[in-house]
Every structure is written in structure tokens, then in C-alpha cells.
């Protein structure tokens, strides 16, 4: 919180770092840049002591030289002139004798983040990666990274990633995992670092030395390497089975990841490590600390997608405990209803109506609506636990069970009757406008059971002036018009009010227009009206309520151990299409799922990776512009095309296999780019015709594939023309069908 | 990786922030989206991640202090958390409890700390033991580093036992071992068990010279799942010894510190290390199966008319005679609207605590195979809210001198070749610690 006074703080402090009686006590040198940190954490602005500071770190003092990093690393990116006065200490410093003080020069020399550091870095950079403490290794290897981060634009320097390689078999563990960190980020254009089988054995042997961050990360990289065979994939599985118990979650989570990526195409495998790692899951469901028992639901909820019953013995694992934050408490329910089966139904329920009376209304709605997911199955428990609950007579509740009661009848006709005796005078106790819908709901459609339905309704109708909610006035429309239908005399007196009312006086265009639907129509004659309104009163084909099927494991498996399962699905939809990039490792890794069976399973992964790939420009700044524009007509197509010159000719390498065009098309899709024809999957010649707007142009393309010609032939034509548009095209088009398929596509141009 | 690490007082000052990674964005516009989104939060904290403007916030809370961990890359999250916690323990280690005042007084520390722990937002080095060596302490003369002191530090950063520093003497060798475990119990009304659970840490001081051998025995029997694990592992009865099969104890899972030598417990069960100095934990473990539960409540509340509760809760001691639990505390949650609280027992004080909605009923020590009981009466005001009391369980701390587990350690011997001294002249301290966790009755 920068507060007044600020610029005579400044002043004092550059008085007194620049008074040599302080410099030349070190107590009280130091105190005074203390005091600067202490200054710059609160917010204040330090950047004018810069010069006085730099000098400061011309010192012997390590504690001193630590703290003048940290301002320097804070304030550089705004004086990097400036900045560059403290290298030659840092590299004085670099070749210090004592390699505590070479690494922590090297590493604040590489954190600097000014333009013009790389060159001097360069240099101790390179010696350090030789040094022989691990120390100034580790440093000088994220160090390469670093100055990668700084230019991402500048050209790879083969040297350092050949040097960099070399150091995967560096004896010190984080020096390696460093190395695969740093490679993966200077190599991100082309795909990340390479995990070859000489790699990929180096780095299993290695799993045991590491402390648990560089497994955690290992087994990530992992993901990327294919063995050759059945059995060498075996001994993988063998070799890593111990770190399914590690102690910690991430190895344990990162490690089944593996797994079920290495198992891909072996359901037998899958399943086994499932059944392999629900122990170690069920361990981190119950850790001490809340945010990894957290983080371990919404990963035994990933797993309940596709085998709702794998943890249906250990359901009292999910019990909720008193004093567990909400959001814990949220997810055990949703892991509870998964997991009913006739064994357990009875204590199961029990449990939930015990969470129905907590202190959070919201969780107390979520457990009712909880025993109402329940109930699709069996119904009867459920629904004396429900008409139960209605003696309390609380709001939230009442109106809850309500809810629950509406989609019970939908899915359920059968329960209507004792539904229909239980909600009889809930209304009192109804106060949101939610429950008043359902129960309004329920009184239209069920009405000729209940025998005070007319009563109630009137009651709402009467205080219909005070309503807030327009939805609950819809409904109340509807409602009166059907039961009018089935019980006029008692009905039609109320139905006049109402009409008047919405007609005359309500404000609301939508309940006006409704009023006035229900007006016509009932002109129109009873029978009419019954015709119209007297739809169905139960559908349990409507999917929607009784929730969702299987899903085979492959179409959560890349996701596992990510943020993916952690957010809920809506939140991370919405959270990667609008960065449209692709989180780190996951489209290489899914990418590289589908290379191993191209066209079947993990189509869907390969177009959703291809398109992530294809979203996620080389460069962030530079922003890619396919845009979906108008619609093109096939026969405005072919007069365009037949008028243009082709602009750009270019041979793609076609990935091995064949690509299900429907998967081409939807990937295509998910960029912006829309195909308007493809051939059959094995038509010889195959080809597709597609078309992109970008930049206000136009971009028609035909992909031709040969089976005399190597490759697939690109040719694009342009109306008007851009080249910047052209290119960012081919960029496109070039990472969907190298994400789709496997070969390194070479583009070669031929102008 | 993470981008950035920010430490907030519970106003949402920041007393720590450390960047890692431009791709954060803006420190202050991070900082401030972490304070309005999720201190200043009006409703209770929804998720521990928290996603605002594609970045994610990681964050725990300690006592009255956040820490937000951030990041911008899709990430595993359990690690994360597990990071952050090392860095509690790692802070807790050098200056005690994690309050404001000691993270104020502490700031330099803590940014050298974050300078060592984590590069370019990859953790690097999280051991306690290890990151001593490079951490200059306030004070600390450097610039006379001696000879000696330096090639320790080279040593140590080149050195393969990253734990333990060589040439370390002392005149008595002395080894402190502490088996601390806390029991966590969620028990109905009737009195079932629905859900329990022991997990332990095995705690070492060790201050023996030179780099010794030291191998680590217990009770312990390791039944596989064989449905829930698809290898067969042997199960180690030979381990057993002499000692009988009924006090072997199953562990569910453990994990060790990095010194102990997997690949040896995996073939052989054995347990053995070269100790780092000092203090460490050896082992932690979680156990499910025959659990020793300490106390047993049994509750018994009946509603006298609308106006009066009647309160009646008995506590029995399950263990030895001849053991003695110590800082007992049953905790009776009363409803919101009580008015008054008569309260009887027999033995201990309790006192009825408004502001707690609860009656606090604390006994200092208490034999084993015993029992106490004590009877409230609560008046109730009466009220319109015809919400129902939802009877929050009934809570127990205690403190117990034995292993819930059951746990035994068997032996622990220290072999050190180079200097001349035998596994009998090191002294040897052992000492089991049950406290309660989670202990609930439900009522």
C-alpha cells in the first residue's frame, strides 16, 4: 500500500545507502536494504534507488548480495540500462572460487530478464553447465531456458541442446530433471523434448533418485514415449508399479496417468491399473490435508465416468465429516449417489438425510437433490426420506424436495400418487422462486389428484402482485390453463383473475405475451386447448434429468492428473476455448495417443487436440485470424475457384495411414476452416475441397492426395490477395494434419 | 510449474510476493485478483483452485495466512498442494508457527528460502536438512567462510547422500525416536464405527557421529489387498520374529524419508538409512484395520418439550489400567437458542461456552478401563425459526501414551564401521504419542 510520504522515503534511503559511514559498517548496510525489500514487498516504488543498490551488490557479503539480487531481479525489466551495471559483478562473481556463490550469481544473472543479457550470459552460462559442483549445473541448466524465455524468437542454438542432452545422464537427479525441463521449453516449436527408448530406459532407471517433484514430472514426459512391444511395454508397468504407493498424490496420480496412456490400446491393462491404483486413491481421499483429499475426489470422479461402481465397497470412505469445507462435502455426494448398489442403498440414504439438515442451505439442497438422483433407482426409499423431510418445514428444504419431487414424476410416473398426498400444504413453507415453479408445476399437470390444487393456485394468484419472478408466472399460467382443463368449475374463476391481471397489469412482455397465447387458445375451444397443452405427463426417455451414460476411459484418460478434473467440465470448456491454447503438455501427449491406433478410439482426442495444437500459435503475440465468415454455396465455390490463379502451391507430408474424414472435418472445423467436400476414406485420388476466411479475404484450398505423389498436394487460392493471411492458413492447416497424424510434415514449397 | 507464490495476511495484505514466470502477467493485477476473488469473497471458498482470467490461484490456509500458489500452465494439481505444504513445513522448520508477525520478522528469510526452493518456478530443493547449507541466516559470517566450510558446501551440492554432511561429532551418541499418531474416528449414534483411521509419522532425533547405518524394525505386517493390488507380494510374517502373530499390525500404506533405501524394504522389508542429522521424519503410515480406539462416547440426548434438552454423555477408556490419557476434552455441541446450561459431572470441569455453542468438558488425566459421565440440562429459548437443530457430532481431543495403531517398534540398530563405536553405546529414547484427529460421535 504505497502511503504519503513515499518520495521522503525514498530520499532517506538513497541518503543513507550512499553515506560511505553506513557502507563501510556491514550491519548497518545491510539494514538499510532491508529495509528497501521490507518497502518494495508493501508496494512502495523502489526503482529510483536502482543505482545506489547496484553498487551494493559490489560486496563480499552473501546475505547482502542475495537481498540486492532480489530488488535487481524485481526492478530490472524498468531500468535496463541500468541493469546491465551489475553484470560485470555477477560475472566477477561467476567465476567466484566458492560455487555457492557461482550458482547464485549465475541464476540472478539469467532471472535479470533485460534484452540485452543473453549476450553476456551466454558464456558463464556454458562454463557452468561444465561445473563440477551440481549447484551452479542446476542453475546454469534452467539458466538455458531462461534466455530462451527472453527471445523466444531466436534461433535454437543446436550447441546448447546437444550440450543439454548430454546432461540427461548427469549424475545429480535435478540437474536432470532440469535438463528436461529446459528442453522442453527452448524445443516447444518443435514439439518438446524428445523422449527416444535410449531416454526413456536412462530415465526410468533414473525414477528412484529423484525426489518426488522430478518423478512427478518424469512420468509426465513419459507420456510421450511409445515402447515397441508388448513385453517391453510390461516391464514399464512392472518397473514403475512401486510409485503407485507413493506417499504422494501427484506421483501416485501421475503414475496411473501413465498407465492408462500406455494402455491406450489395451483395455485388459487399463481396467488392471484401475483396479491397481484404487487403493492409493482411496488413501489420498483421506490425507490429512483437505485440499489433496480435494484434489483426489475430483480424480475418483473422473474414474467413476467410466466404472460408476469401482469404489462401490468402499463407499464410507466418502462419508462427510462435520468440520469438512463445503467443497469437499459437495463432491463426496456427487461421489456418493455414483456409487448405490443394492448392498449399500439403505445406510447410503441414511447418510445423505443426514446431510440434508446441515447448516449450509446449500448443502442441504445439494444432499436432497442428491437422494433424488438416487431415486431414479429406487424410488420408494427415497421418496419416505423426502416426505419425511417436509415435516421440518423449512424453506430451502421444502422447496428442495419439491424439486426433487417434479423430476421424480417426470422420470417415474408411478410415484405421482403418494407425491401428489405428500406436497399438500407445502406451499406455506415455499419461499424461492425455484421451488414455487415445481410446485406449481406439479399442481397443473397433477392437479385432477390433488384435491386442493385450485385453492392453492388461487392462493399464488392472489399474491400475484407482489411476485418478483417471471418464471413463476409462466408457470403459474400454464398451470391454471391445465387445471382448468381437468377441473373447470373451481378453476375458471381464479383463470379469469389471472388472465386480467397478466393481460392488463403486468409489466413483463413475456408473461403479457404468454397471457395472451393462453387467451387465444382457450378461444379456440376446450378440446383445442386439451390438444395443446395436454401433452404427456411423463417422458423418462428425457436424458437429461437421469443423468449420463458410460464413457470409455480413453476420453478422460490424457486429462487425468491435469487441472481438467479439478474445474468443473463447463468451467474448463470455457476456460480452454477462449485461451484457445493448448495447456502445456496435453495436445502432444493426446496427439500422441491417437498416432498409435490413427482413426479409431481417440479420433475424437485427435481432433481436439489438433485443434488445440492449431489454435495455440508458435509465437503468443502473434495472433492467428481464421474467422468463421459467411457460408460458401458449393456452386459459388466452383466459380470462384475456376476463376482464380492458385496462389501458393505446397506439398505436406501426409501423416501414415488413412484419416477417417469425418475427423478431418471436425478438426478443420474446430479452426475455422470448413471442407465442403471430401472423397471416401480410401478413394485413390483422395480429395478434400476446403474454404477460410481470414483478414477479409477469402481462401480456397483443394488437398490432393496422389497415390503416385508422395505427400499430400495443398493448393490455395486467394481472393483478394494477402500473404499474411495465406500463411497463417498453411500454419493451420500444416498443424492439423500434423497433429492428426505422426510423420514429420516437410513443407516444401514449390512456387 | 509455478509462475508465482504469494503469501496474504487474512485483510489480503500481501507480506510475501515472488514472481517466477512473466506469463502471470501483471505482479499487481495477480496479487489484487487473488484478494478481491477469494479473500474478500463474501460466500465460503468453493474450490481451493481458483480459476480467475485463465490463471489458476492454488491456495491453503494456515492459521490466519494464505498462501496462493499461481500459475498460468495446465498443471498437476495434487503436486502443487504438496509444494505448498513442503514450503509450510519448510518455514515452520526455520521459525516456528506460520503467523503474520513471524512471516513479517522472518521476510528476508523467506525470499532466500523462495530463492532456493524454487527456480524459474521448478522446485529444486525442498529439503529441510539440505537447504541449511545455503541459507544464510541473519548474521551469519560469510566473507570468513573457513576453508572447512566451503568444502562442505561443495560437498554437499556435489555429494550423492544430499542429507548428511560428513565429519559431524559428537561426544554422547544419542538417538530419539517418537511414534506420533492420530487417530481419526467418525462413530454413529450407535455406537458403529463408520469410518476410522490411525495415521502416524515416525519421528528420529539423531545425534550420532559420523555417517552411520542405522536399520529400523517393527511389528509390522503388511497384508495385501490381493483383489485391490495385482502383485502378489509375500506378506513379511518372517519378519515377525519371535513375537507373536496377533501383535503384527497392517499398514495400508507408507512412505519414507529419501534416506531410507527403497529397494531394500521392497525385497527385504527392512528398514535401513544413513540418518540425516537432527531432527527428520522417518517414516509416515496410515492404518485402517483393528484400530485401538482410546474412548468410546456414548451420547444420549433427549428433547423434553420444545424449551429443554436433557444431555447425558458417558466416556469410556479403552486401554491398559495402567495407562494414563491426559488432556481430555469432550466438546457438546448446544443449540443456537439455548438460554441456559446446568451441568453435572463426575469427574473433570466442564463449563458451558456461549460463544462456542458448546459445553467444554475438560479432564486432566484419566486411568484406563475407566469411566465418566456427565448430564447437562439446556434450557432452550423458544423460537419462531422452526429450522431443526442438525446436532453437530460430539468432538474429543485426548492424548494418549501408546500407539492406537498398535505399532511396536522392535529395534533399531546403528552400525558405524569407521568410528569405534557399537550399536550398544548409543543411547536410545522411544516414546509413543496417540492424539486424537478427527474424533466425532455423531449424536
Redesign the interface.
Known sequence: MPYLGSAETVKELKRALSNPNVQSDRLRYRSVIVRVIRFMTQGLDMAPLFMEMVKASATVDIVQKKLVYLYMCSYAPLKPDLALLAINTLLKDCADPNPMVRGLALRNMCNLRVPGVSEYAQQPILSGLRDKASYVRRAAVLGCAKMHSLQPDAEIDGAVVNELYGLLRDQDPVVMVNCLRALEEILKKEGGVVINKPIAHHLLNRMKDLDVWGQSEVLTFLLRYRPRCHSELFDILNLLDSFLESGHSGVVAATTRLFLSLGAALPAVQSGVLERARGPLLAACTAQSRELRFVALCHVQQVLRSLPGHFGAHYKKFFCSYSEPSYIKFRKMEILVELVNDENVGMLLEELRGYCTDVSPELAQAAIFAIGRVGQTYSEKCLSILTGLLELKQEQITSAVVQTFRDQVWLRPQCSESVCAAIVGCEEHIQDSEGKQALVWLLGVHGEQIPGAPYVLEEFIDSLKTEQSPAVKLELLTATVRLFLSRPAETQDVLGRLLTFCIEEECDMSVRDRALFCYRLLQCGVEEARRVLGGPKSDPSLGLIAGRPEEPINSWAGDFNTLAPVYSRGDWAALTATTGGSPSLLPQVTGGAAQADPGSVEDAEAVDSAAAAAHSPPDPGEELCLVSGPPLSPELFERRWLALEPSRRVSLGWPGGDCLPETLQAALQLVNIQALALSRLHARPWKAYLYAHCLGTVLLAELLRDPDADGLQVTVKQDPEREEALSSFLTVLKTVIQTLGNSSASLASHD | ?IGGLFIYNHKG?????RVY??DIGNRRNAVDAFRVNVIHARQ??????T?IA?T?F?H?KRSNIWLAAVTK???????V?????KMCDVMTAYFGKISEENIKNN??LI??LL?EIL??G??????TGALK??I?Q???K??H?TKEE?SQ??SQ??G?IGWRREGIKYRRNELFLDVLESVNL?MSPQGQV??A?V?GRVVMKSYLSGMPECKFGMNDKIVI?KQ????ADETSKSDLGGSSGKQSIAI????FH?CVR??KF?SERSISFIPPDGEYELM?Y?TTKDIILPFRVIPLVREVGRTKLEVKVVIKSNFKPSLLAQKIEVRIPTPLNTSGVQVICMKGKAKYKASENAIVWKIKRMAGMKESQISAEIELLPTND???W????I?MNFEVPFAPSGLKVRYLKVFEPKLNYSDHDVIKWVRYIGRS??Y?T?C
Do not use: W
Open positions: 510449474m495484505e500481501v507480506l510475501i510476493s514466470r512473466d465460503q471458498v468453493r474450490s481451493p483452485v480459476n485463465r489458476s492454488f491453503v500452465q495446465n498443471v498437476n494439481a495434487a503436486m498442494f504438496e509444494f505448498l505444504y521476510f528476508v525470499y532466500e530463492d527456480d524459474f521448478y522446485p529444486q530443493n525442498s529439503e547449507t545455503f544464510t541473519q548474521g551469519i560469510s566473507q567462510q566451503q558446501i561443495t551440492v556435489t550423492q467418525l463408520l469410518s483411521h495415521s489387498d485391490g493390488k495385482g502383485t495400508d500404506d507408507c512412505t529419501q527403497l529397494s521392497d509416515r496410515r422452526k429450522k431443526k442438525a446436532r453437530p457430532p468432538s484427529g478427527i466425532e455423531r
